[in-house]
């Protein structure tokens, strides 16, 4: 993704996002959450983008934004062959027809290209996206018990998962 196409589908991204966190999705916010809170967020996507540190896919249909997710690049000196899986997301109206798996799988393209072969997500307790990963060859690493907490302090776990690439 360039930065030029970048600002143009901004708006497209932040409704994705808003989207899934509104209708309960665990991204690290909390709902209501406002449009002003998920451009904020994308203008810190292009931060890293810019800075190399992160590399953005995003799935379209038509022109029309409808999945993306993220390969945020480990730039330690010991990490340079890991990355970690970030914010998948597939627009309510396209779920439950591979887009998902679609789009993890040309992250791990990426990733592979840029010899980053250990991949690393985390994903909340008894998601979706847990049949996902295993689905796709990750390992469970281990669960984290009241990782996140929501405004009425009801906790939730979290689990961790890695792959490595072929
Ligand atoms: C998780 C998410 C990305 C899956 O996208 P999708 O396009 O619907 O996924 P796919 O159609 O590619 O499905 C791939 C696999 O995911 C699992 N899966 C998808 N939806 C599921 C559901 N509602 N319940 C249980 N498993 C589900 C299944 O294992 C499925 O494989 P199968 O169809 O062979 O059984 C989508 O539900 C989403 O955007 N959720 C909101 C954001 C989110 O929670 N992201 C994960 C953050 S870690």
Known sequence: ??????????PQLSQLLLDAVNTGASLGFWMPMSQADAVLYWRE?????????????VAEDGGEVVGT???LLADRQNGH???????????????????????????HVEAAFR????LILDTRTGDA???LYESMGYTRAGEIPGFTIE???????TTIFYHVLP
């Open 45 to 57: 996507v292009m931060q890293g983008m810019i800075h190399e540190k992160l590399v953005l896919l």
């Open 151 to 157: 405004p009425d302090g009801a906790r939730h776990g």
């Open 69 to 71: 997710v993220q390969l």
């Open 81 to 107: 062959h890991r990355a970690e899986i970030r914010k998948l997301i597939v627009r309510g109206t396209h779920r439950g027809h591979g887009l998902g798996r679609a789009l993890l799988s040309a992250a």
């Open 129 to 131: 996206g847990e049949r």
């Open 115 to 118: 010899g980053r072969r250990l």
């Open 1 to 10: 993704m360039n930065l030029d196409r970048f600002a143009e589908i901004l």
